[in-house]
């Protein structure tokens, strides 16, 4: 199974493909979003994602207690206040897109609505990420689905049913690339709670890419994930933490981005494939197995002792496995120390 995004195959085979998720770290500057697009760039990322909403697309202005959030990170927001404060302009968009085509990634987005989707394909967004608040909103996967464009799906806190309802709307609909994030939506998610094994379950339940949409600090869980299968890895990015955003405590910083980039790579290319032939780079040190060699002259008939032949470094001679055959036998010539054992020198 493979997908393709931009021109850029993602799947077995492939590096883990990198997504820096913009969100609202742009903390509502234009220029500071161009600048993370840039940065996301020079860092090695694949990807740039946007979340394209609006208030209005995502709730009502409503002071009731159940628009109201209590705990967590953004405790005591009203929804509204929340994702107008967080949301990226329809306007900017445009600007965006062109810019991240200018630094050499690809940009595209999470849309909310339908009205969100017409944006982006107005736009040419070559693929979609469905959040994993939305996973059970059948209606919009089914009409992003219908752009035929890669999609990409979170799970967090969505059961095998919820998961399986999902993957069956977009691919009824007509998505043929289809990829699933293992998540865990807290934000910040705690490290022990990743259970990155879900990622090759994921895989056989569903038959589809799988990768991680990551929201604990710091990149060990990412890391982690690609040795279990991840084809794709999305993280929150900011310019700073101490600047602050809805984001930002759970995004990475531009050092950050870079190393979990290389390193994702790295990862990747050690994991290589199973098999047990011996590597090229093993050759030359074949010589440093043990084999037999012997440490006594010996004259031409003499019977080999065990005090005659030891097994020792380098590898030059008979393989230690035949020990027990030499001994008792009688040379065919003079040995002197240090002369490897073979079969030409035993009777």
């Given at each position: 199974?493979l997908?393709?995004i931009?021109?850029?195959?993602?799947?077995?085979?492939?590096?883990?493909?990198?997504?820096?998720?913009?969100?609202?770290?742009?903390?509502?500057?234009?220029?500071?979003?161009?600048?993370?697009?840039?940065a996301?760039?020079?860092?090695?990322?694949?990807?740039?994602?946007?979340?394209?909403?609006?208030?209005?697309?995502?709730?009502?202005?409503?002071?009731?207690?159940?628009?109201?959030?209590?705990?967590?990170?953004?405790?005591?927001?009203?929804?509204?206040?929340?994702?107008?404060?967080?949301?990226?302009p329809?306007?900017?968009?445009?600007?965006?897109?062109?810019h991240?085509?200018?630094?050499?990634?690809?940009?595209?987005?999470?849309?909310?609505?339908?009205?969100a989707?017409?944006?982006?394909?107005?736009?040419?967004?070559?693929?979609?990420?469905?959040?994993?608040?939305?996973?059970?909103?059948?209606?919009?996967?089914?009409?992003?689905?219908?752009?035929?464009?890669?999609?990409?799906?979170?799970?967090?806190?969505?059961?095998?049913?919820?998961?399986?309802?999902?993957?069956?709307?977009?691919?009824?609909?007509?998505?043929?690339?289809?990829?699933?994030?293992?998540?865990?939506?807290?934000?910040?998610?705690?490290?022990?709670?990743?259970?990155?094994?879900?990622?090759?379950?994921?895989?056989?339940?569903?038959?589809?890419?799988?990768?991680?949409?990551?929201?604990?600090?710091?990149?060990?869980?990412?890391?982690?994930?690609?040795?279990?299968?991840?084809?794709?890895?999305?993280?929150?990015f900011?310019?700073?933490?101490?600047?602050?955003?809805?984001?930002?405590?759970?995004?990475?910083?531009?050092?950050?981005?870079?190393?979990?980039?290389?390193?994702?790579?790295?990862?990747?290319?050690?994991?290589?494939?199973?098999?047990?032939?011996?590597?090229?780079?093993?050759?030359?040190?074949?010589?440093?197995?043990?084999?037999?060699y012997?440490?006594?002259?010996?004259?031409?008939?003499?019977?080999?002792?065990?005090?005659?032949?030891?097994?020792?470094?380098?590898?030059?001679?008979?393989?230690?496995?035949?020990?027990?055959?030499?001994?008792?036998?009688?040379?065919?010539?003079?040995?002197?120390?240090?002369?490897?054992?073979?079969?030409?020198?035993?009777?």
């Open positions: 199974m997908s393709n931009d021109g850029k195959t993602i799947g077995h085979g492939h590096p883990p493909y990198i997504i820096a998720e913009l969100s609202g770290n742009h903390n509502g500057s234009l220029q500071r979003a161009l600048d993370t697009i840039t996301a760039a020079k860092c090695g990322a694949d990807a740039i994602k946007l979340q394209t909403y609006t208030a209005d697309t995502m709730t009502i202005p409503c002071q009731h207690d159940d628009f109201l959030i209590h705990g967590g990170l953004w405790d005591g927001y009203n929804l509204y206040d929340l994702y107008q404060w967080a949301h990226t329809y306007e900017w968009h445009e600007t965006l897109f062109r991240a085509r200018q630094a050499g990634i690809t940009c595209f987005s999470t849309p909310f609505d339908e009205s989707v017409d944006l982006l394909e107005s736009l040419g967004a070559p693929a979609y990420k469905i959040a994993s608040f939305e996973v059970t909103d059948l209606p919009l996967i089914r009409y992003v689905a219908r752009t035929r464009k890669p999609m990409i799906l979170s799970t967090g806190m969505a059961n095998p049913d919820e998961i399986h309802e999902a993957v069956a709307t977009a691919r009824d609909a007509g998505c043929q690339e289809l990829i699933l994030l293992h998540c865990v939506s807290a934000y910040p998610a705690p490290l022990a709670e990743a259970n990155l094994m879900t990622i090759p379950d994921m895989a056989q339940r569903f038959g589809t890419l799988t990768g991680l949409s990551d929201h604990t600090e710091g990149i060990s869980a990412a890391t982690a994930a690609i040795a279990l299968g991840a084809c794709a890895i999305e993280k929150h900011t310019l700073s933490r101490a600047d602050k955003g809805p984001d930002s405590e759970f995004s990475l910083e531009p050092a950050e981005l870079t190393t979990l980039c290389r390193t994702a790579r790295e990862v990747w290319q050690a994991i290589g494939v199973a098999g047990y032939n011996r590597q090229p780079s093993e050759s030359a040190n074949l010589k440093f197995r043990r084999s037999l012997f440490v006594r002259e010996l004259a031409v008939g003499q019977k080999i002792t065990e005090a005659d032949v030891r097994r020792i470094r380098p590898g030059y001679g008979l393989a230690p496995k035949h020990y027990d055959a030499v001994i008792g036998k009688t040379v065919t010539r003079h040995v002197t120390p240090g002369t490897a054992v073979t079969w030409e020198l035993i009777q």
